[in-house]
């Protein structure tokens, strides 16, 4: 075959790699390569006339061509690489979207059952609310991202489907509760002829006029509670 022929097909095979790849102009007016993924010319063929089909319906059609997961990671990735400093973080919960959704699963057909599936998928595997909640959000930001970016016109079936989360507040320990926790896990005493002894850096709280006022007490061997009253450690 001719290398006129091939130009005008768009295929030809890069050094390097096995694949056929493809060559045509997108909407945009951009001249667009990509990797048919697969060794068959005929197959590579096929799938670049549908390329060009996808880019002649949004251009004359004004319909949307096919977007898919793997096509919206990849390019949100690439895109904010170097605006965001949760990359790597970003990489880890696409990971978890991933082992879901099938390959090449089109986002134009996502829909809200695919996102109540994975709700459901992940709450099977013991993974929290607050957790499941950051990877959809995730997700949702790349849609729009896409949107705003990319102009693709996808439908953003993750909003509506955050779950509610646990707040879990600290709080201080009581007396009581950090006195027997000492003493469950007090230091196991040295031996006499090490000569070495438990020393307790220890605040001692007390109120005056109703306000609380804290005192600083470095007393060794010593543990002090309330009253002046002290647990000594051996």
């Given amino acids: 075959m001719s290398k006129q022929r091939k130009k005008r097909e768009g295929l030809k095979q890069r050094s390097g790699s096995k694949y056929w790849w493809a060559s045509y102009t997108d909407a945009s007016g951009e001249r667009v390569q990509r990797s048919t993924r697969t060794t068959s010319k005929s197959k590579a063929l096929k799938l670049l006339n549908s390329w060009k089909t996808q880019v002649w319906n949004q251009d004359v059609r004004q319909v949307e061509p096919d977007r898919t997961f793997e096509q919206l990671v990849v390019l949100y990735l690439n895109g904010t690489k170097d605006e965001k400093r949760s990359s790597d973080t970003d990489i880890k919960r ?53 949107k705003k970016r990319l102009g693709w016109d996808l439908t953003n079936p993750v909003l509506g ?74």
């Avoid at 082992?99 to 992940?122: C, K, Q, W």
């Avoid at 006022?213 to 002046?228: E, F, K, M």
């Fill in 94 to 146: 696409f990971k978890a979207l991933a082992a879901y959704f099938r390959e090449g699963l089109l986002m134009n057909a996502l829909s809200a059952p695919d996102i109540t599936g994975y709700v459901g998928h992940r709450q099977s595997l013991g993974v929290t609310n607050k957790t499941i909640n950051k990877e959809l959000s995730l997700l949702s930001s790349a849609i729009k991202w896409s």
């Fill in 161 to 234: 489907h955050r779950l509610p989360e646990e707040n879990e507040e600290a709080r201080c320990l009581s007396v009581d509760e950090l006195t027997r926790l000492l003493l469950r896990n007090r230091i196991a005493p040295c031996g006499k002829s090490s000569g070495m002894r438990f020393a307790a850096n220890w605040r001692k709280r007390t109120t005056t006029a109703g306000k609380a006022r804290v005192q600083d007490h470095q007393v060794p061997g010593r543990v002090p509670l309330q009253n002046d009253d002290h647990i000594r450690i051996p």
